[in-house]
């Protein structure tokens, strides 16, 4: 996300925090964000914005199961997966927090 959001060139620092900020500050350019953990919130407010309903299937399950899952992705493999996706984590939460906090406040 930080490196689309914050404009970054390939060779710019796009785990820096100015770049995470940045990426923030272009979000509030957006008329509507959503989030994968509120999509019937993400719909209505679309249709309150714009009109027409959406109408969003759900298409990349993963095969694989839960448990499995767990197996599969140890706690080693997890922290490098966490690192690698550092700022774009920052970037989602903070998204995931305001969008909590605007259907909280409907």
């Given at each position: ?46 249709r309150k914005m714009f009109g ?25 493999i997890r922290q490098i997966v ?25």
């Amino acid at each position: 996300y930080v490196r689309k959001l914050a404009d970054e060139s390939p060779e710019s620092d796009f785990t820096s925090t100015a770049a995470i900020n940045k990426a923030l500050r272009n979000l509030k350019n957006f008329s509507i964000v959503g989030v994968l953990e509120d999509m019937d919130g993400f719909v209505r407010d679309y249709r309150k914005m714009f009109g027409p309903k959406l109408l969003i299937k759900a298409k990349n399950a993963n095969p694989v199961s839960k448990r499995r899952q767990q197996e599969e992705i140890t706690d080693e493999i997890r922290q490098i997966v966490e690192e690698i996706c550092r700022p774009d984590i920052a970037v989602y939460n903070a998204v995931l927090a305001q969008a909590k906090s605007s259907r909280e406040s409907v």
